[in-house]
């Protein structure tokens, strides 16, 4: 968390003058419902959001060192935290994995209202084994001592590996996800060190016509399982589950193709109609009918539509316009030599 919150405030500006909760949930990569209304908040809300994120972010994780009750809430903040943070937006599994270590902020007399307490209980048989051993001193034994040694050892070998880390936290050019051995054993973490401000989308698109200049083509939308498209469709819901293809089509829409050229090849897939392809889309405008002739990619800059507004009352959750092409029509036969020079193979009847 502290490593999140230092890429934050010395990042994008936004997250120093409180406004990058003005367009994030817009702009994060696969927004869902909820985001489209907590988009709409007061001005005042956002920046009350963003105060707290700097808070649980930064000051919080140091919570843990200031004793029990301190741990403790570290834990309960922390949690609740990463619960609107899945209620917020899809990102996957991330915030139920930052979960899981928080749980060790609670020992068992925090838990032990979960548990019966009557006579015979399993609370009450474990405070009878407590105050059993309580001012023991059992010899040690030689398997007791083996995993003393190698607790030790571990610990000494991940703090020997956390320097890089730390100093990477302390650095002015913090380093944003990254490891620094080659066992991914400690690594650096933050996302959201910079917020995009306005939402572009690829939009991939088909014909059936022979001539993709003519002005009567008919080009009609794929359209993904999650990430935005129709804009009358709802954002969808899906976190813990991860759809990496319409991950990467969020990194895609603001660079190039040129850049990511992996959806070169995935449109050289949907031309030749492969089933492994489609299966990663939610609607296939050809299924059913023979393959496209040509592919294209548009670019799109999309935004939330108004709640009560004309666009709303149409049931659109998106108004979207068309910023330009992001990759030119293309056709099976001219993407031989493209597939030939990457060493790909040559997806269909290519």
């Known amino acids: 968390m502290l490593g999140a919150g230092l890429i934050k405030i010395r990042g994008d500006r936004c997250w120093r003058d ?33 105060l707290s994120n700097h808070f649980i972010e930064l000051l919080v994780p140091f919570f843990l060192f200031l ?31 930052t979960m899981v270590p ?20 399993l609370k009450d048989r474990v405070l009878q084994m407590q105050r059993d051993i309580r001012g023991a001193r059992p010899e040690p034994r030689f398997g007791s001592v083996v995993r003393r040694a190698a607790n030790v050892s571990l610990g000494v070998l991940l703090a020997w590996l956390s320097v890089p880390v730390v100093l990477n936290l302390l650095s002015s050019r913090q380093v944003m996800n990254t490891h620094f051995n080659s066992l991914h054993i400690v690594n650096t973490y ?25 002005p009567d083509a008919m080009w009609e939308d794929y359209e993904f399982k999650c990430k935005p498209g129709d804009p009358s469709r709802r954002p969808c819901l899906i976190s813990p589950y991860h759809y990496r293809l319409d991950w ?59 709640p009560g507004g004309r666009h709303a009352a149409e049931g659109k959750w998106w108004v979207r316009k068309r910023i330009g092409a992001y990759f030119p029509p293309l056709s099976l036969e001219e993407l031989r030599p493209y597939f030939r020079d990457r060493g790909w193979p040559l997806p269909g009847p290519l």
Request: aromatic letters at 14%; charged letters at 15%.
């Open 248 to 306: 990467l089509m969020w990194f895609a829409a603001f660079q190039t193709y040129e850049h990511n050229d992996w959806i070169i090849h995935l449109a050289g897939k949907l031309l030749a109609s492969d089933a492994e392809a489609l299966s990663l889309l939610a609607h296939n405008p050809f299924a059913g009918r023979p393959p496209p002739r040509w592919v294209r990619g548009e670019h799109y800059r999309y935004k939330f539509s108004r």
């Open 67 to 97: 004793g029990r009750r301190a741990c403790i809430i570290h834990g309960v903040l922390q949690i609740l935290f990463q619960a609107v943070l899945i209620v917020s937006g899809n990102l996957s599994f991330l915030n139920w994995l």
């Open 102 to 121: 928080s749980l060790a902020c609670f020992d068992d007399a925090t838990l032990g209202f979960l548990f019966p307490s009557g006579p015979g209980s």
């Open 18 to 50: 409180l406004t990058c909760m003005d367009f994030h949930y817009e702009t994060q990569p696969m927004p869902n419902p909820v985001a489209y209304y907590l988009h709409h908040s007061p001005w005042w809300f956002h920046r009350f959001e963003t």
């Open 190 to 214: 933050g996302a959201f060190g910079s917020i995009t401000k306005e939402r572009a989308e690829v939009i991939l698109q088909g014909t059936a016509s022979s001539n993709a200049s003519a």
